[in-house]
């Protein structure tokens, strides 16, 4: 997924989620509309071993 913009500042919630799918954890990212959901799962996904992704 290409970005045109710098994805800055969340350090912090990308740790998390990573920790998270390091451990096995399943992970729900809810927010409203635009708030970068996608983008911060695209950053974390790498920390996954394994993924089973699904939209609802």
Known sequence: MAHAWPFLGREREIAA???ALAGGANVV???AAGVGK???AAHA???ATRVRASRA
């Open 17 to 19: 989620v990573g920790r």
């Open 29 to 31: 990212l809810d927010g």
């Open 38 to 40: 996608s983008h911060l």
């Open 45 to 47: 996904l790498p920390c």
